[in-house]
């Protein structure tokens, strides 16, 4: 296939990376501490971090990992928002030859259970506002070892004092909990400093993290990533970002959850090897608090959902902003839509840029040129080392504007689905071309537009929804028949869940069902709306036709 997109490569960006620059994640974090040693590398609720504090902390923390007895490529789960411990933890993981397994804290204790059970993590770091969800599975999980921190472990006094006190005592965001073998993760660095880190010999091929998804199924499955794909998605970020990055100088702001494949990249590690100061966001729900630690920094990037920007554009003080010094603001995870990008060209006069990519490219596969004078819709070129195509249902490859299915071929397309063969094969060809699920087409630039998803995934606010999983929990309430989950469009989340159900018992209420969904799944999955019918659209064989399913209930309306 012609590749016409390399004429629009902005000058600077080379065709191909260097993958042999690194042999694993390690060296980034080894090389940066090292380099950047006495700059700030995170920074959460005004306690600051630098490079160098990072290298001690996490090498006591990746020491006592390995003092409990965990071998490299043991699993280690971590569940907590964006906090100092994060990378803490995840980084000493990492250094001691272990897999990061991210969790999602909002999780149900359905939902953990099946991704410690699934994973076969030996070990978890959460936050202790999570521990009660936790002691109700840990038993039916391989998990050992709990390491248990709040949300003011790591900052300074007395403001880590005045933030758990106000969390466990007025705001009551700690339920009662009993995990007897738990240690704080002060102590945890405590004993790691009192041993010695052995650090083992990791190649491209040694698996980094478990990041969870559903793929193209309901069934939520571990996306191996290894060591080769994360390097090689920081070195071509690097490379399409290196044009207008100043080392050792730049301000990211982190607002989503490091926990997600779109941050962890882009902001945790990707600024990491930039040297630049990490701003963490615990909640940035809180707008108006977020708003105002904004204020509190000469920012020069930012990335996030179009949700994320678009609270911001309607939160007071934002538009009063210093935005002098930012020169990046990046949008993925989700559409960015037409109206949020000009509004926030207007205020802030930097262009959202928008990039694409999944959890099985680690994340980043095409990116608009960061010069982009405005928004164009597209998702995109392919970054260096990356072909893209699109192809029809017959595998054949098709031309400029003909609609078929988005393809992935470079170096951080994943190993595969964890301990699922015939699910990774569903995606991943022996030719390495991963098949994305969605629908797009290529102008004669090169530029690639998503037009549309093949599969039924539904994206809220940039994390996946599947349709399966929302069906499995309304179907086991005792007053329903039978339903079918769709996506309707959203003016803040881009979509939500709607769900159509055929109920036995008229007596069955949106508000009752809602609250039966909110004991198994987590908020963002809950049906916002949810419209009773008679039957469900079906095919001969009692498959439910969705495509017909939103046809005749895609309005934004309950019954």
Known sequence: MTKPWLEQYPSHVPEHIDMQAFGSIVDVINKSCQDYAEKVAYVNFG????????????????????SLGLQRGDRVAIMMPNVLQYPIAAFGALRAGLVVVNTNPLYTARELKHQLQDSGAKAIVILENFASILETVIHDTDVEHVVKTSIGEMLKFPKGMIVNAVLRHVKKAVPAYHLPQAVTFSDALSQGAKATLESPALGHDDLAFLQYTGGTTGVSKGAMLTHGNMVANMQQSSAWLGGQIKLGEEVIITALPLYHIFALTANCLVFLKFG???????????????VKELSKEKFTAITGVNTLFNGLLNTPGFDALDFSHLTLALGGGMAVQRAVAERWKTVTGVTLVEAYGLTETSPAACMNPMDLADFNGAIGLPISSTECRVIDEDKTVLGVEETGELCIRGPQVMKGYWQRPEETAKVLDEDGWLRTGDMAKMDAQGFFYIVDRKKDMILVSGFNVYPNEIEDVIAAHPKVVEVGAIGVPDDKSGEVVKAVVVRSDTSLDVEELQEFCRQEITAYKVPKYIEFVDELPKTNVGKILRRELRTLFGEAKSS
């Open 47 to 66: 306690t600051e971090l630098t490079y160098k504090q990072v290298d001690q902390y996490s090498a006591q923390f990746g020491a006592y990992l390995q």
């Open 276 to 290: 630049g100061r990490n701003v963490l966001i615990t909640n940035p729900r809180d707008m108006p608090a977020f």
